[in-house]
């Protein structure tokens, strides 16, 4: 069975919307960030970096949200989240690294700024730096939406999903995808899948219990 080690606040979400969406068997191992549980010797044995998340299914131990989510697709969504061809393939994980090294630094740039400061304490110089940085970046996404809804085609797969999880930093930010209008409908789309609004209520439910 799918063991994902997180907080739903964290990147552990990522898991979980992938695990829903392939409908895989899994459990949440709920670690508190507040009581620092992912520095814990029983954490730090799963993954010695103390950060979040990580997966054990049988033998199979590991780390990095977005590698996990194709660990995920590839043993539970075969001919769907992982398409059956391998063209399909090759591009979830150039999309999956696109995600990770081209998006998430400018992503999580904004999102720790705003996530984590009061707005007087915000670095607007930097918040307008990474907003540029990222409108080119955006662009790359939305050219490849021009023709097709989704990147691989028609069907939602890992390289949309991996992209979301990573553009949804940009839209929680403030960053403004209107002016890409086939990103912004692809956004939707994504973030609208049962498969997000389970995570979207599990943060929702989280909350209510930290509050
Ligand atoms: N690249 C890693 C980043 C992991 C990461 O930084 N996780 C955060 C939570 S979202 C964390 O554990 N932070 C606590 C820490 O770094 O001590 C991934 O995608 O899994």
């Known amino acids: 069975m799918l063991k994902i080690y997180g907080s739903v606040m964290s990147r552990a979400s990522r ?6 969406e392939c409908a895989a068997p899994y459990e949440l191992v709920s670690l508190d960030f507040r009581k620092g549980e992912h520095k814990q010797p029983a954490y730090l044995a799963i993954n010695p970096a103390g950060k979040m998340p990580s997966i054990v299914d049988g033998d199979v131990v590991m780390a ?7 660990f995920i697709a590839q043993k539970y969504g075969k001919g769907k989240l992982w398409p059956a061809d391998e063209k399909g393939q ?11 090294a081209e998006l998430e630094p400018v992503a999580y740039g904004r999102l720790r700024e705003v996530l984590f400061k009061k707005e007087d304490e915000r670095d607007h110089k930097l918040l307008a730096e990474l907003a540029e940085r990222g409108k080119p970046i955006v662009g790359v996404l939305d050219a490849v939406l021009q023709d097709t809804p989704f990147i691989c085609g028609s069907q939602f797969t890992l390289a949309d999903l991996n992209v979301a999880c990573v553009m949804e930093y940009m839209v929680r930010s403030n960053f403004d995808i209107s002016p890409w209008p086939k990103t912004a409908a692809w956004y939707k789309a994504c973030a609208g899948r049962l498969g997000n609004m389970k995570v979207q209520e599990m943060r929702a439910q989280a909350m209510k ?3």
């Open 64 to 70: 990095e949200s977005l590698a996990i989510n194709a």
């Open 209 to 211: 219990v930290a509050a």
């Open 90 to 100: 090759a591009k979830c994980l150039q999309w999956t690294l696109w995600a990770a």
């Open 15 to 20: 898991n979980i919307w992938a695990a829903e």
